[in-house]
């Protein structure tokens, strides 16, 4: 069973730029939960998305977006780059619609912001 | 609010010894749910056990157990005879009944286990 794929797995950008990062769940999950990591601020939730829907959200700017696709494929964009984005961005994949069970993470993306 | 608490940064042990990794939570809510994540230098969080809060059973699984006590909130975590390849970042998190796909992670507990 193929696990969660992320896709670019290192980038680097400069300030100002922006991104576009992808994730591709488990085959048959329908939500897909973002989180980005830092040696600062420890792994904070940004998003998660069911069904091509937004589910929950959390206290990022706007400059942080997602959407996801009707295969629950999932991207996220950050727009404008600050230094302070640089982060390994981890995606998870979750079973069912219960939405208690476990997640699955994919290995990430890392970007740097230079 | 919700919060979890890993109070130990970083611990190093030698092989053999065993170790326990604290976690404390706090949450108004009745029904929730814990969970521990290791993380490899890859980078990939792998699920280790997730708990609800109506189970306070412990749970033993190989060299881990857990052991949840809800009048200290807290869900510690055991490794019995530990190997070096258990060195690797620990996460404890936490979820609302209904919010599932949205983890509050504690800020992890660096495991060295040296030879």
């Known amino acids: 069973k193929a696990g969660v794929t992320q896709t670019p797995r290192y980038l680097i950008k400069t300030r100002g730029q922006q991104v576009t990062l992808s994730c591709s769940p488990i085959?048959?999950?329908?939500?897909v939960s973002w989180y980005q990591q830092t040696p600062g601020q420890g792994l904070q939730f940004l998003f998660e998305y069911f069904s091509e829907t937004q589910r929950n959200k959390g206290n990022f700017p706007g400059r942080f977006s997602g959407r996801q696709f009707s295969n629950s494929r999932s991207e996220m964009n950050v727009s404008t780059l600050e230094l302070g984005d640089s982060a390994l961005y981890l995606c998870?994949?979750?079973?069912?619609?219960?939405?208690?069970?476990?997640?699955?993470f994919g290995e990430g993306s890392r970007l740097t912001v230079l | 609010a919700q919060k979890v608490t890993q109070a130990q940064t970083e611990i190093s042990v030698v092989e053999k010894e065993d170790v326990t990794l604290d976690c404390v939570y706090e949450?108004?809510?009745?029904?929730?749910?814990l969970f521990w994540y290791k993380q490899p230098p890859s980078g990939e969080l792998v699920f280790l056990i997730r708990r609800n809060s109506f189970d306070e059973q412990n749970e033993i699984s190989g060299r881990y157990s857990w052991n949840f006590q809800k009048s200290t909130s807290s869900f510690n975590f055991t490794i019995t005879a530990s190997q070096v390849v258990d060195s690797a970042v620990y996460f404890c998190?936490?979820?609302?009944?209904?919010?599932?796909?949205?983890?509050?992670f504690g800020q992890g507990t660096e495991l060295s286990v040296k030879p």
């Open positions: 085959s048959g999950h329908r939500s």
């Open positions: 998190a936490l979820s609302r009944g209904n919010q599932g796909g949205k983890l509050i």
């Open positions: 949450t108004r809510d009745t029904t929730y749910y």
């Open positions: 998870a994949s979750i079973p069912g619609t219960a939405n208690t069970g476990e997640l699955f």
